[in-house]
């Protein structure tokens, strides 16, 4: 799971005990591809496309991603990650630190970026995401596909590909890993 | 800890950890736009109470690329000039509401006095005080040899196994003090190189080997740590002539000829060409780091400061 989001969620830190299996593997891996055909179906193809993964959920679902665009279409876009550490809202707040590397060897200008993330929550994250992206280049359109959208957004963004909605409580923690993904909570 | 004002209050992990921040910030300063948001209305106060073009500089533009805001604190022109004492000017500063105060003093331990006092409200970080510590050099310094030998610094950044020798005026040097904190602490094996008149007292307690004889040590090591000759710090009695100074300890290009063929070479700057090394060694040789050392000393301070006034985390 983010990280970023155990420590957003309150009660800060302790371990997270699953309740539900909301998708096993093979049905991350259906939606995936789902969200692969989707973004070569708005795109047109894959000319432009770059894939920038947020740190650190979003980079394991962004190599799936990428490995479905390969074979659907055989090609490879440009894989990158970013963490927003940087430029999050809330630096001063609750401990903050960029502890997961940026890599964007693309310049994104006038390119189509496609942000990846795991679980999309508040939007604070994207919202982050957005601005530091401008520093790489202005991309000619940005688009966002998450694995899970749980919904209690605090911003006007929206996702453009999801593999699933999810409803939840806000104190609920969704887990996004290799076996799937998994409704449950912190606990101290 | 909420301040930086000498390395001898950190540990090996606390290193560890600010020198792989600083990998994250060596790739900010690589982007098309190297500047980032992360402390916007932070204000950083620049108090130099000695000569300073490089650290102030790389101050000033770590503090700009985290969008802090830097107050310039003229020592010259200040009411200090008017007799106002040092505790009622820093007073004065943090009722301006400034966050952090980078200080450079002639006397050494000033910023440790300074963040007790004001330490509550207010970060020190120490940009050099008297012969006790310049810890942003030091750990630069440290950086720029991880990054050469390893890539980067990485979450368990260490010097085992390096040799350093650490050549020059090492008993008025600071820097060198904050060196062979910052090396010793990560695993590397120190030794100083200096004439006994340009040895510290303590130089004993230090752990470090000591030598007086450059030539029977130079081949030994990995890195040559040079330091600059500080005419301005010595008196008559550990002056030697610099004709000597060359003679003895400066890297000429017959000297160059028995170091190691990888060794690499820093110097903290300014350089005195053809004193502590010779203009052929310094821009003919490869590793010779001087440059990257300017180029990590942003980065470095940059986490530092964003440590301190961003991350909500304490240095320990």
Known sequence: MADRERRMTPPYGGVFVARTTVMDAAQVQRALTRIGHEIIERNQGLEDVVLVALQTGGVEVSQLIARILFEIEGVDVPLGTLDVALYRDDIGLRPVMPEAETDIQTDLGGKIVVLVDDVLF?????????DALTDFGRPRAVQLAVVIDRGHRELPIRPDFVGKNLPTRRDEVVDVNAEGVLLGEMRK | MKHLVDLKDIGEQGIQELLHLTDRFAEVCQRPIPKVPALRGRTVAMVFFEDSTRTRMSFDLAAKRLSADVLDFPT????????????????????LGVDALVIRHGVGGLPSEIAHEVGEYISVINAGDGLNAHPTQGLLDAYTLCQHFNGSAGPEASLAGVHIGIIGDVRHSRVARSDVDVYTKLGATVTVVAPQSLQPSDVDKWPVEVAENL??????FDVVGLLR?????????????????????????????TLKD????????PVNRGIEIADSVLDGRPNVLVSKQVMNGVALRMAVLFRLLGSGIEIE
Not at chain 1, 122 to 130: D, M, Q, S
Not at chain 2, 229 to 257: C, F, H, K, N
């Open chain 2, 229 to 257: 000759i500080q005419t301005e710090r010595m008196d008559d009695s550990s002056a030697l002539p610099v004709t000597d100074y060359v003679e003895r300890y400066g890297i000429t290009e017959a000297r160059a000829t």
């Open chain 1, 122 to 130: 508040t939007g604070r994250t994207i919202r982050a995401a957005l």
């Open chain 2, 262 to 269: 990888d060794v690499v070479i820093t110097h903290p700057g």
């Open chain 2, 76 to 95: 010259h022109a200040s009411s200090l000039s008017k007799g106002e004492t040092l505790r009622d000017t820093v007073e004065t500063i943090g009722a």
């Open chain 2, 215 to 220: 030539d029977e040590v130079l081949p030994k």
